[in-house]
């Protein structure tokens, strides 16, 4: 696929990618059982760690304070990553981010750019940019370098490849290199090693993201299980560090919390294996590191959500993918279907408020079932579903929804909504089914309702509601309990009020 079609991926409509990808048996078999492990490791991990609920509510507590005081910790770390030797950049929009790090990389004269794994330079489409500007980017993840060869974004916050097999991604190295490699795990990765250690000893500059920001020391945390982020960050002359301003905890013990929920609800781990606190540039007498460090950080539509009683917690989110894991509507079409590269019920939220988008982006917000198996997973307790149909109400609101839907809910509350109309509704709805009707079942729908009989059977209404039955038997009792004279609650209650008694 190349790039342009890739672009293209994401601007198809959701409709379509999620046809695309539930027709993909590979794909949805290989997301499901990668998911599966995730969240069975997720669940050993959580469980050896004592009260797992305290420790949410702790992480809740912890991010929760500074998004309400993000201005605050913003300017202690930012100062103290200065204090440090670094310099730092706000960036208002992915434009002005993509900007500042041209600048830098043109100041530098620099041909070769060495990634890390970052979210947020996917956010802006650096790689795009770079390109475009003759600037050679490599992905030293090994799941995004493999994406990188497929000309493929992310389809998992984690674990980016998700989608892949051994057979898929030998064909991609052996196309890469003109080598003929079997399809096995340690070829493989010899292979990723060997080539990507001299783009880490080459590269101009080394870009990475920001796991976290502790704000009393304006140190940066890295934390991976490869070991790129430490060669892209000390290896290079210039380490540059893009950042979502979010992303901060205010001191070292809070740091602890957030790398224990973040490693066990991402991967099972109890730590992840490489946790590197960067602060500052290498300083004299030091063996290693970069002779500069710059901070982009970006706020690209987050600060829009500080404020607001009902998004600004989505902010709180350390991307462990844990709500991807356990979605059931990730787990059947995978990442690339939300067309975003924040994915799964993080994503949905994320990428219609981010890029202020309800029209398109909003459709995410019906890429749920409402399960609520998010809110449970998470780790800092985000609670996603609501957040969910609150997007949807907005969208209702702002008269984003189809006239054919936004007709049939007006109608729908008009019938509910009246007795009368109600009954003659639901006896018309029986006649009405008739033509429809095989043993009992709708089979094949008609309208709206042919997408939910292609995959199961609709039950017919019976002629006699539940409500009807109910009276009937209600009116049978009264009047067999009239006829043997036996006391009834109300009729006991009655007589009292009348001043009778019974003999007992
Ligand atoms: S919303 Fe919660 S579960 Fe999902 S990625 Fe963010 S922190 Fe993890």
Known sequence: MSQIETRQLIGSGLKQRTEEALADDFLRKAVAFTTDKLKTGKLKATDDFGDWEQWRERGRLIRTHVIDNLDYYLTQFTDNVSKAGGHVYFCCTA??????????????????????????????????????????????????YILQLAKETPSHLIIPAIHKNKQQIADLFNEESGESFPPETRVLADFARQKLRN??????????GCNFGVAESGSITLVSNEGNGRMVSTIPKSHVVIMGMERLVPTFDDLEVVLNLLARSATGQKLTTYTSMITGPRREGELDGPEELHLIVLDNGRSEQLGDPVFQEVLNCIRCAACLNVCPVYRHVGGHTYGSVYSGPIGAVLTPLLQQDMKEAGELAYASSLCGACYEACPVKIPLHDMLVQLRNRKVKMGLTPF?????????????????????????????QKP?????????????????????????????????????????????????????????????????????
Do not use: C
């Open 404 to 432: 054919a839907e936004r007709t049939a809910f007006k109608t729908f509350q008009t019938v509910f909504g009246n007795v009368k109309l109600y009954k003659v509704a639901m006896n018309s709805a029986y006649y009405l």
């Open 95 to 144: 434009d002005e981010a993509v900007k500042t790090f041209m600048e830098l990389a043109e100041k530098r004269k620099a041909k070769l750019v060495a990634k890390g794994k970052s979210m947020v330079s996917e956010e802006i489409h650096l790689n795009h940019h770079l390109e475009d500007h003759g600037i050679e980017a490599i992905e030293t993840d090994l799941g995004e």
């Open 436 to 504: 429809f009707i095989s043993k009992g079942f709708i089979k094949k729908g008609p309208g709206p309702m042919s997408g939910w009989t292609q995959s199961r059977f609709f039950p017919m209404k019976p002629k006699e509601s539940f409500r009807d039955k109910w009276n009937k038997l209600q009116q049978e009792m009264k009047s067999s309990a009239g006829s043997s004279a036996a006391p009834s609650v109300t009729s006991s209650a009655d007589s009292k009020k009348r001043g009778e008694h019974h003999d007992h």
């Open 199 to 208: 783009y880490f000893l080459e590269a101009d500059i080394g870009l990475t």
